[in-house]
């Protein structure tokens, strides 16, 4: 039973990357596989699709940068190529796919950054095995013209760059229509104090993570406890009569979750911090209350998270504002998707025998 035990707990380690999404919803858009420019160094306006990039140098993606004439080179680096959006998926779940990065990587599109791997120095902590996908908010996108890619790349040693996968925009043909996309920076901090729930709350010395994703890969290695997130948005007047839900995706391990200071919802029990069970796997959809949201200015979203082993923090999308029907679907067809797998872990771990 102990070999057994030890080999389920292995499972459900790993259970966040076997319980996403069937390969079936996901289908590629735009192919980046193919030359983008290049360039070391490391300045931060590069990430500005109105800097000119016709001097860089040009490099294969995918590729380690050492075959591609940087032999010995480690330090810092920038990759940049531009597409066009088809117009079919402008209204589409969209998710910019880098693949596998050495060591550390942020990633901005048309200027705006959606989200990161690894921490760079002087913090320094590498994500050479990870492959990077961030969602991609449908606000910082162009349906007329070129957008821009900018990946700013940390390597350490050894072999370096864009290592390895499919690099493109991909469409997650599953996901829900959002009347609010609330995918990318989020503030964020470590530690507990309720009152980071309220408005009066300035987080410009707080961090920024990108949301979705594990807050460990994020600059916050090996953390379990409590954290808060927050961001702002605008809701639109033409959806004063509609019946909204705020979708947080699916959270490592509890949650609460406060908009413009009031709690809408909760799973799990934050206030003992006991974790039962599979809490981790659950699709959070908290109904918006009548008069909470302010049509005429900007609402606050604030999220207190407790993660008690592993990986933590607001892990998997969709994330945003989103309509009552659409949300009690997707809830649906995200708890048979996690069942399915979380009752073969079970069936096997606890049954009879040896």
Known sequence: MMIRLILGLLLISSAQVLAQPSDDAWTRVVDLRGTWHFQLGDDLDWADPKVSDKAWDTIFVPSRWEEEGYWGYDGFAWYRARFQLPGEAAHQALYLDVGRIDDVNAVYVNGHFI???GSFPPEF????????????????????????????????????GILEG??????????????????????????????????????KHWGVVTVPGRWEIQGYPEYDGVAWYRTTFIVSDALRDEDLVVLLGKIDDLDEAYLNGVLIGATGRMDTQEVEGWEWQTVRSYPIPDGLLRFDGENVLAVRVYDGLIDGGIFEGPVGITYLGEAEQWQQRSSEESRTFLDLVFDWLFKDGP
């Open 115 to 117: 989200g990161s791997t």
């Open 125 to 160: 902590k590498t994500a050479y095995h990870a492959f990077s996908r961030y969602r991609v908010p449908s606000r910082f996108l162009r349906r007329e013209g070129y957008n821009v890619v900018a990946v700013r790349v940390f390597d350490t040693g050894g072999e370096g």
């Open 166 to 203: 499919r690099p493109g925009l991909y469409a997650n043909l599953a996901e829900p229509a959002l009347a609010v996309d609330l995918a990318g920076p989020w503030h964020f901090r470590t530690g507990d104090r309720m009152a980071w729930r309220t408005d009066a709350v300035d987080p």
